[in-house]
Structures are given as C-alpha cells and as structure tokens.
C-alpha cells in the first residue's frame, strides 16, 4: 500500500510537470508564430541595427566619463524608441515576458524551459533598451514598471535606473 502511494505521487508529480510544459511550450508557440510579436521583434532588430555603428562609436569613446556615457546612451535608446515608433513594440514584447514571468513565479509554466527558449534574448532586449524602461518608470511615476522581467532576467538586487 505504501509502495503504491509513493508510486500515485510520483505519477501526480510527473503529470504536474508535463503540464508545466505544455505551457511553457505554449508561450514558444506565441513568441514564435505570433505575427503581432514577430512584427515587434523585427521592427526591435531593424531599428537598433540601424543604429548599432553610431551607438557603437558612442560607446568607444575614451573621452566620455562614465556618468556622461551613461547619459549619451540613455538619450540615444530614448530617442531611437521616439523616432522610430517602437513603444508598442516593447510594450507587447515586455508584456509578453511579463506573463511568461508570471508563469513562471506561480510555477505554472517550467523554469528550464522558459530559460533554454527566451532568457538570451530577453536579457539582450532588457540590456538594450533599459534606457526606455527607465524613461517610462520616470514618466509614469512608476518604479514598478517592468519590475518583474528585470528581477527575474537580470538579477533581484538590479537597478537599471540611475533616479
């Protein structure tokens, strides 16, 4: 009888996480065939390789002090997200990674999966364009905008913001 309750756990907790994947798989799905996230992920690559020789040059320049670096790139990702009409597209993209956080935290979707599928590119895109979060906490008088993907992909104890 013992042997069979330890065995119905063991089914119940394998069942549990093939469910996790299931789901986890679900948001691969929608990061990868979703015309709405893969139009936002174009415009997200095109708009910064257009600029990625400029923003470069910026970052090389050996007469800069670090905080006037810092606020030359701020302004550059700023100004990049303005003129090229990018807010929706990092809205969608970062909700996106919103809810999969949420999956995540509330252990419905699988951690491992989620990483081996999107933490390279989410830490890339919050490596990025961290000026324009900052930007949106600071307009909104919100310093939870975003909170949770920064947490999770970047690190508990991370500001991103300088204010």
């Not at 809205?91 to 933490?119: G, N, P, S, W």
Request: a negative charge.
């Amino acid at each position: 009888m013992i042997i069979g309750g330890v065995f119905g756990i063991f089914q119940y907790l394998e069942h549990k996480n093939d469910v996790r994947i299931e789901r986890s798989m679900t948001f691969v799905e929608r990061f990868q065939d979703n015309t709405v996230t893969l139009s936002a992920r174009k415009n997200l690559s095109q708009s910064i390789d257009g600029k990625i020789d400029e923003l470069n040059a910026l970052l090389s320049n050996k007469d800069l002090k670090a905080e006037e670096l810092s606020a030359l790139f701020d302004a550059e990702i700023v100004k990049l997200v303005k003129q090229d009409v990018l807010t929706e597209h990092l809205k969608h993209i970062f909700t996106f990674y919103e809810q999969l956080v949420y999956c995540v935290e509330m252990e419905l979707c699988d951690r491992d999966v989620a990483d081996m599928f999107f933490e390279t590119e989410a830490k890339s895109l919050i490596r990025t364009y961290y000026p324009y979060i900052c930007y949106i906490r600071k307009e909104w008088h919100n310093t939870e905008v975003y909170a949770s993907i920064v947490r999770f992909y970047i690190g508990e104890n991370s500001e991103i913001c300088r204010e």
